[in-house]
Every structure is written in C-alpha cells, then in structure tokens.
C-alpha cells in the first residue's frame, strides 16, 4: 500500500513563504513523475508544477519564478519552495506521484495526497 502525505501548509501574508512537503511511504520500488496541483474553491484542480525521475522540471506560468520543485530521492520526498506569495496563490495544494510498486507486475500507478491548505493574506 502505498501513501502520500503533505504537510507545510498554512497562513501566511502576502510576499511571505512556506515550504510544503510531500513524503511517500509503502512499497515503492521508484517514482517517475511528482508532482504539485493545487485547488481553489470554485475551480477546478490546476497543474503547479512538476519533477520526473530524469531531472525535468516544468512549472505553470504563473507560479515561474517564485516556486521551486525539487526531491529527496532518499527519502522519497517531494518539496515545494513557495516564495513571494499572493493571494491568488490561496487553494488547497494536493501532491501527486506516479509510482511504481514493488512487487511482480510493477505496473505504475497515480497516487494523490490528502491536501494540505495554504491561506495567503493581503
């Protein structure tokens, strides 16, 4: 069984920072893909950012520059540097993975954390 959890999240005021968190645990033999989505109420889940396995890392426009991605292959964890906040920024940060379990088949597979809020005041 394989799980994710975040934590890091919180109120901060405008231009502020917080640094997010994503630990994946159980029976994983590698991650591919993680990443950063992010839900504000009312709207639909949105792409943050991402990082696979091969170093690549790609970021939504209006995050670039202020938000960095990055793992602890040792850990299995996944981070998220939230600089210069905004109050747009204000939404439920879900962290996402594709991994693959150990086991015979190792088919990979999409696992989604709870979410963790972050309040960005003015």
């Known amino acids: 069984q394989v799980q994710l959890v975040e934590s890091g999240g919180g109120l901060v005021q405008t231009g502020g920072s917080l640094r997010l968190s994503c630990a994946a645990s159980?029976?994983?033999?590698?991650?591919?893909?993680w990443g950063w989505y992010r839900q504000a109420p009312g709207k639909p889940r949105e792409l943050v950012a991402t990082d696979t396995s091969g170093g690549s890392t790609n970021y939504a426009d209006f995050v670039k520059g202020r938000f960095t991605i990055s793992r602890d292959k040792s850990k299995n964890t996944m981070y998220l540097q939230m600089n210069s906040l905004k109050p747009e920024d204000t939404a439920v940060y879900y962290c996402n993975a594709e991994i693959i379990p150990t086991g015979i088949f190792k088919i990979p597979k999409n696992y989604w954390g709870q979410g963790t809020q972050v309040t960005v005041s003015s």
């Open positions: 159980g029976s994983i033999l590698s991650i591919n893909v």
